[in-house]
Structures are given as C-alpha cells and as structure tokens.
C-alpha cells in the first residue's frame, strides 16, 4: 500500500510558475514509475508526465513538453513537477499516481493521490 499527498497547487498567472510535490508513504517507493496526470471540470484523466523508478526515463505529454519537468528523489520519497510558462488551459486538479506499469495510461497506476488545484488565470 502507498498513500500519495499533493501539494504546491495555487492561484498564478499566466506565463508564471509552480513547483507541485507529491509525499509518499507506505511500501517502497522507489520500486515505483511515478506519474502526474490532471483532470478538468468535466474533462477525462489526462496523462501529463511519468519517471521511472530510477529517475532515468522521463516522458511528457505534448501539450507540456518543453515546459513541465518531472523528477524524483527517492530518498525523500517525493515526486515533483516543475511547472513554467504556465497557461490558462493548464488549469485542473493535478494527481500523483504509483505504479509497476507506468506509462501514459491511467492503467498503468494503482496508486492515486486525491489531487491539488492549479489555476492559471489570463
């Protein structure tokens, strides 16, 4: 069992930043891939990030790549998303997902946080 907390959400501007952090606890979390989706209002899971259990693969979405990074220290037992050049349809509760899988599919994760809210004004 792994619990996952997410934080670092908040209100910004466009073209701003934000660094969210996701805490784990439980069972090894190093044995994990780690992964950021986020979910709109009325909108499916979408995949935004993935790192691998040894912080070596990293994979983005399109819709961030260049501007999202992902990264992890497992020491710390904590996953981060560096988020610049923020956008308003960026906006939408951001999840931390564990799992053996990995991937861009939500399948590919048994582990979920219960999300924190980034809101990127115009």
């Known amino acids: 069992q792994v619990q996952l907390v997410e934080s670092g959400g908040g209100l910004v501007q466009a073209g701003g930043s934000l660094t969210l952090s996701c805490a784990a606890s439980?069972?090894?979390?190093?044995?994990?891939?780690m992964a950021w989706f986020r979910q709109a209002p009325g909108q499916e899971r979408e995949f935004v990030a993935t790192?691998?259990?040894?912080?070596?693969?990293?994979y983005y979405a399109d819709s961030v790549k260049g501007r999202f990074t992902i990264s992890r220290d497992n020491a710390k037992k904590t996953v981060y998303l560096q988020m610049n050049s923020l956008k308003p349809e960026d906006s939408a509760v951001y999840l931390c997902?564990?799992?053996?899988?990995?991937?861009?599919?939500?399948?590919?994760?048994?582990?979920w946080g219960q999300g924190t809210q980034v809101t990127v004004s115009s």
């Open positions: 439980g069972r090894t979390f190093s044995d994990y891939d």
């Open positions: 997902a564990a799992g053996l899988s990995g991937g861009a599919g939500v399948g590919g994760y048994i582990y």
């Open positions: 790192v691998n259990w040894q912080n070596q693969n990293k």
